[in-house]
């Protein structure tokens, strides 16, 4: 199957890891030229670029989900190397769980950190949103996806505000989804999936037990691969995807 990506310009926020490095390595593969962003991984952000095929077709920008600046100016420096923006991955995440002092239970939780983390998850994604869906409407023709979580619609423990971020996102979707002039927005809602973070959970014997419930309650019988969610962030995001638009699709082996 042609999926069209041959000289398309991608942005994947959050890059470097898990989801975000497996998807990148697609949209690389499918021809497309991909930039990334990083937030503290400045090395294994540009160790990727390499694996991407060299500065001549990808590239790496710090970018910050709770710093509004930021995200100006990674947007419009990828829009400038680049000559625009074609797709975008809305990626990054500021996840507190296991943080001292940002993990607290919610009736400890100082108001003005939850404020905090709910407006860089939500309000840090419209704007990245926002810097590039001006030209995908005027070029007649782009594709944005929104990773989210099955949390936004089953919860879990301590996630009161990761997981409402996330149903925020949702909203947000099926109101950019009326973009039209060939701009399809889609949200992509992971479960379990078998990243750094999960690693470590997966070899920590207070959270084992956890996972392995989470396994137990999914039908497929195992927990997700980052590349299981990239290929279905690569078809949404390409030219493949000829009309799918405002659907919010769990890769969570049945969840």
Do not use: C
């Not at 704007?127 to 070029?139: F, G, P, S």
């Not at 396994?215 to 995807?241: Q, V």
């Amino acid at each position: 199957m042609d999926l069209g990506l041959t000289d398309k310009r991608v942005l994947i926020t959050g890059g470097t890891r898990g989801i975000g490095r497996a998807t990148a390595l697609l949209y690389a593969q499918e021809g497309a030229r991909v930039a990334i962003t990083y937030n503290s991984s400045a090395d294994a952000a540009h160790k990727l670029v390499e694996e991407l095929g060299g500065t001549d077709r990808a590239m790496a920008v710090p970018y910050e989900l709770r710093d509004p600046a930021s995200i100006v100016s990674a947007v419009d420096t990828v829009r400038d190397a680049f000559g625009g923006i074609d797709v975008l991955v809305a990626n990054a995440l500021w996840f507190t769980w296991g943080d001292p002092g940002e993990d607290d239970a919610f009736e400890d939780l100082d108001p003005e950190k939850w404020t905090r983390r709910f407006r860089a998850n939500t309000e840090g994604h419209m704007l990245t949103a926002q810097r590039v869906v001006k030209d995908m409407r005027a070029n007649g023709w782009g594709r944005v996806v929104l990773l989210s979580s099955i949390t936004a619609q089953y919860g879990m423990w301590r996630s009161e505000i990761y997981s409402s971020s996330k149903a925020a996102l949702h909203g947000f979707a099926k109101g950019l989804m009326w973009s039209q002039h060939g701009v399809l927005v889609n949200v992509v809602a992971p479960g379990a999936t078998r990243t750094e973070f999960m690693e470590q959970l997966l070899e920590d014997p207070d959270t084992r037990e956890m996972v392995e419930k989470e396994i137990e309650r999914t039908p497929s019988g195992r927990i997700s691969e980052p590349e299981d969610i990239a290929k279905l962030i690569l078809f949404l995001g390409s030219g493949a995807n000829g009309n799918i638009n405002g659907e919010i699709i769990h890769t969570a082996g049945g969840r």
